[in-house]
């Protein structure tokens, strides 16, 4: 009966044990990116390395620099990409940060078609929620966004909105 239970036991630790592939401990596997912008869907997936021309999804930790994710789609046949998104913020923190480009180092922007947003007046945000954030070595980081950029189209400001933003982003700084 002894020998059952330590088998039992034995099998239940291997079992829960943590998988080495976890995304927290890995720089390699899938990431990916995807969100709306006034309604119309953008989405990429990857692996990691990638190149120009195969889109982007990664994120530049502290403390070398700002902390600022990195989305961007592979570059089209004109040479340039439909979509890149930066979203710099202040400290590298799980959780809900504010992004209005009201201090220095907390900003986001986006090329959408050649044409450039920002969310540099402080009339525009983005709601930026990072729900997983990779080590200081290396990992994914995912999380969500939303709201509102603005950019200047044909001398006339004009508001974008962004909705259901997600991310899954590796780590390679």
Wanted: aromatic share 8%.
């Amino acid at each position: 009966m002894k020998k059952f239970i330590i088998i039992i036991l034995s099998f239940l630790m291997f079992s829960c044990s943590k998988d080495s592939t976890d995304s927290n401990n890995s720089s390699s596997g899938t990431i990916s990116w995807s969100c709306k912008v006034n309604g119309v869907q953008y989405q990429w997936s990857g692996s990691y390395p990638y190149s120009a021309t195969r889109g982007q999804s990664s994120y530049l930790g502290e403390p070398a620099s700002t902390p600022t994710i990195m989305l961007a789609s592979p570059i089209i046949s004109s040479g340039n990409r439909q979509i890149m998104l930066t979203l710099s913020f202040q400290n590298e923190n799980l959780g809900s940060h504010l992004i209005n480009g009201s201090v220095a180092g907390n900003q986001a922007s986006l090329v959408l078609n050649q044409q450039v947003y920002s969310t540099y007046p402080s009339t525009a945000q983005i709601n930026l929620n990072i729900s997983q954030m990779a080590s200081a070595v290396n990992g994914i980081t995912k999380g969500t966004f939303s709201g509102t950029m603005v950019g200047a189209v044909s001398g006339t400001l004009q508001t974008i909105n962004i909705t259901d933003g997600s991310f899954e982003v590796i780590r390679i700084q």
